[in-house]
């Protein structure tokens, strides 16, 4: 008795494990990738032969060329009243690190804007006032 025989099939590659070892490497890319915090407008910073580097203040001020100011990430409307109110808030909302601030101006917005700003800061409570600026020299 001669039994049925079967027709050679030809080797299946399975993709299955290829593809979860390709979506747990982009997890782990994904998950280990360092961004940096960089604002929605390029704000052009002035330079300082003199700039020290120093590690990020818990609060941000953004002033953009426009005279636009931006304090953590929200843009502040209604002039000096609406930029004395978030900074009270950015206050009240971190009691640890409240003394704090450092202010990012474009290096075409006015003296009297940043002034205006630090004055603010100041009056809110913040004692530690710092101007971010880039090293070298920059062409006007």
């Excluded at 982009?26 to 280990?32: A, E, K, N, P, W």
């Excluded at 929200?74 to 009243?81: D, K, L």
């Amino acid at each position: 008795m001669r039994l049925a025989s079967r027709e050679s099939e030809a080797p299946e590659i399975n993709l299955t494990p290829l593809i979860d070892v390709v979506l747990l490497m982009l997890v782990f890319f994904i998950m280990t990738t360092s961004f940096s915090d960089r604002e929605a407008l390029e704000v052009n910073l002035p330079s300082a032969q003199t700039a020290e580097r120093v590690d990020p203040a818990p609060l941000a001020i953004v002033i953009h060329a426009d005279g636009t100011v931006r304090i953590d990430g929200q843009t502040v409307a209604g002039g000096v009243s609406g930029i004395a109110t978030a900074l009270a808030a950015a206050r009240r909302e971190r009691p640890a690190q409240a003394d704090q601030v450092r202010i990012r101006a474009d290096h075409r917005v006015a003296h009297g804007r940043v002034i205006t700003v630090m004055d603010e800061a100041r009056r809110r409570g913040f004692t530690r006032v710092g101007i971010a600026t880039t090293g070298g020299e920059r062409t006007p």
